[in-house]
């Protein structure tokens, strides 16, 4: 006789991609770039184990701060009392790297676990549709079963997909309209720029983007940084400047020149009239509530930010972040070579900005090279290659434009001038160059390089004002003989 039937769980143990798993976080040990091919679509919730989702963040945090990510620099964060099999967790880490076959294959192994994951959400849809289709509540109709399954479908698909043309169109657009009017609606999505023009040309200031700003050294990033914090503060926007170079106190006066209008050599010097001084004093009231916020650093790394940007969005929130200056902060990973690790830097500032929702603008030297390039004739109007890490920057940059001011530049040029003799009814190149001097004086271009939205190339013409170091709007303040931006 047959023995009695028993209903028993029949069904094979679930796939999993545990090797897999364990190949990708070997190979991020041993190579951080690794991280960069597969952080775009990988999050740590796509691994079948707990652990090594966690351990997928925390190597993650560390790379995207330029920090190495080595066993060692990743026990502090590991779980100290957790056994896997009879290893402690740091054991189990130190062999996933010393077992790290290729790290050529991160990608790969990236692309399995997403998929074992999307394998696994299929089988709990499935799951749920057999449930819901044989006992269907009363609120349901089939119709509305096959709705939810679909939405459900469709996020499964659009989950760890890198690429945003292969989400379908029809998908995607209502809920890109949605995002739109409801932007739209809402002012506190974005920032505004202290110029109408620069709104023009570069577009409002959005979270999570990284925005380039680069000057020749005296250009004035400071000076335009610090009005445009005050100015976002004002209208209630978290506004920190991170001041690597000034320190606070310093930053803090300038400020005060800007927003009271008051010469800023005065004031430190402290030879201030009594209007002035009241002025000063009416400043100091009406600052005392806004939440712009002074950052002195020292020398400082990328991990230095991090830390400090993550513990003010905790403690009141931030808007925005102002960082005075890129060549200011210890580039991540010295073995590498110099391309590599500014790429890091840019990289992890990115980063850094979409996962604090926050609007970072990075504050760019310009190299010298503009000099070379105008004693063969060319203009001194600058360029992307100028910028302190090369125009490889873009990559990283949402946004990115030049202050540009030619009035330092002909004043630095002009007394290194040799001495010529002026051809019959001609100018002298020192004539035409004094001339120009004297056409650009306290004129000021925005050039727009790279903006993610909108057409490049717009170049609106600004003022600086020396007295108080701040910019303004192009009044009818231009010099007579204005020629144009494209003689400069
Ligand atoms: N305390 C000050 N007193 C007088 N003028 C100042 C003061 N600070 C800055 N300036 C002037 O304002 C102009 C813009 O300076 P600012 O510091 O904003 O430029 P920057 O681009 O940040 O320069 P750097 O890259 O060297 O820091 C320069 O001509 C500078 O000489």
Redesign the pocket.
Known sequence: MNAPFHHRDIRPALPDAIEAEQALLGALLVNADAYWRVAGFLKPQHFSDKLHGKLYETLGTLIAEGRAATPITVKPYLPADQLVGELTVFEYVVRLASEAVTVSGAYDYARGIVEMWARHQLMGVAQDLDALARTMPIDMTPEKIIASVADRLTQIAQEGNERAASTKYGVVLPKAVDKAAQDSGNAAARLPWFLPEIGEALGDIRRGNLIGLM????????????QQCRFAAGRGFKSAFFSI??TDE?AA??AA?QASRIS??RI?NFTLNTKEKSELEAEMTSSSDLPFYIVGFGECTLSDIRIKAEAMVKSHGLDLIII??AKMITLPNPKDMFAERINALYRGLKALAKSLNVAIVI?I?RNDDWKQRWRAGSSLRPVMGDAYGGGAIKQSLDVWFS?Y?PE?LYSELIPTMPPERAKEGEKTRRDVMVEKLAQCRGRAWVINHKRRRGEPGRSPEIM?D?EF?MFKSAGEELPPAFEGFEGF
């Not at 020749?216 to 335009?224: C, E, I, R, V, Y």
Request: proline share 3%; net charge negative; charged share 25%.
């Open positions: 000057s020749d050294s005296g250009g004035g990033k400071t000076s335009f940084s610090l170079e000034v310093e006066l300038q020149a800023l050599g430190d005075d200056h504050l030297q202050l001011r330092p600086f020396g170091t």
